[in-house]
Nanobody, 121 residues
Framework: QVQLVESGGGLVQAGGSLRLSCAAS????????MAWFRQAPEKQRELVAG???????NTANSVKGRFTISRDNAKNTVYLQMNSLKPEDTAVYYC???????????????WGQGTQVTVSS
């Protein structure tokens, strides 16, 4: 069993910053690769960033240079540092996890419940 607990969402003005956190728990938490997705109203779910077991990161073009994914393996936690936020970044952000990186960035087995990020003009 896996539980993903997200935190850090909220309302911020354009140009501001937020840091999202996602902590994994359960018997296989240490085996999980993690990623962040987002979904804006009436839009497709979008992969924001993923991080491999070796620390290589993959970031969507729409957020490159502004968002950074990182992890703390000792805490089974992944972070998403979001800088220079734009109104277009407004979405529900979801943490995802899977034992395989190839699955976590496509069809993850485990999902968090989502956290709302709203960027005002």
């Amino acid at each position: 069993q896996v539980q993903l607990v997200e935190s850090g969402g909220g309302l911020v003005q354009a140009g501001g910053s937020l840091r999202l956190s996602c902590a994994a728990s359960g018997s296989i938490a240490s085996r999980l690769r993690m990623a962040w997705f987002r979904q804006a109203p009436e839009k497709q779910r979008e992969l924001v960033a993923g991080i491999t077991s070796t620390g290589t990161t993959n970031t969507a073009n729409s957020v490159k240079g502004r968002f950074t994914i990182s992890r703390d393996n000792a805490k089974n936690t992944v972070y998403l540092q979001m800088n220079s936020l734009k109104p277009e970044d407004t979405a529900v952000y979801y943490c995802a996890a899977d034992v395989l990186y190839s699955r976590v960035i496509t069809t993850p087995t485990y999902w968090g419940q989502g956290t709302q990020v709203t960027v005002s003009s």
